[in-house]
């Protein structure tokens, strides 16, 4: 999987998913550390219990709202194409879309979001938002 040089990973749902170099100092800890950058200090945020921060060195943060749109389950497309996701399950809420292109900034911590590459057409993330 490209971006993923350096990590270990873990069985978790009959996938590998990666397990970045990160410093916890969250309690409680987030179920997955596949979606932080390698080497940032996962917190839980100040104010909503169930959010978690991901801060590198320069100041950036990437937040994790949990799986509950089952997230990790897709983790092994990120790096495919497009048409190698499966088919949507039906009770299941998905926003797919490029990862330059505009989107609402709206949160629904049911719903998964798939970016892709506008120009390559791969998978860049899967993450629940």
């Not at 916890?24 to 987030?30: D, F």
């Not at 801060?55 to 937040?63: I, L, M, Q, V």
């Not at 048409?83 to 049911?110: E, M, Q």
Request: glycine share 6%; charged share 20%.
């Amino acid at each position: 999987m490209p971006g993923l040089t350096g990590c270990t990973s873990a069985k978790v749902a009959n996938s590998a998913l990666a397990e970045p170099n990160v410093i916890m100092v969250a309690n409680p800890q987030p179920p997955y550390t596949y979606w932080a950058p390698e080497n940032s200090t996962i917190r839980n945020h100040p104010r909503e219990r169930g959010i978690w921060i991901a801060e590198t060195k320069d100041g950036s943060r990437k937040y994790y709202f949990g799986d509950q749109c089952r997230a990790s389950d897709y983790q092994r497309f990120v790096g495919q194409p497009m048409d190698a996701l499966p088919k949507k399950p039906a009770n299941a809420t998905w926003r797919l879309g490029c990862s330059t292109c505009a989107h609402t900034s709206d949160l629904v911590r049911t719903r998964m979001n798939v970016t892709h590459s506008e120009k390559t057409g791969a998978i860049n993330e899967i993450y629940c938002g």
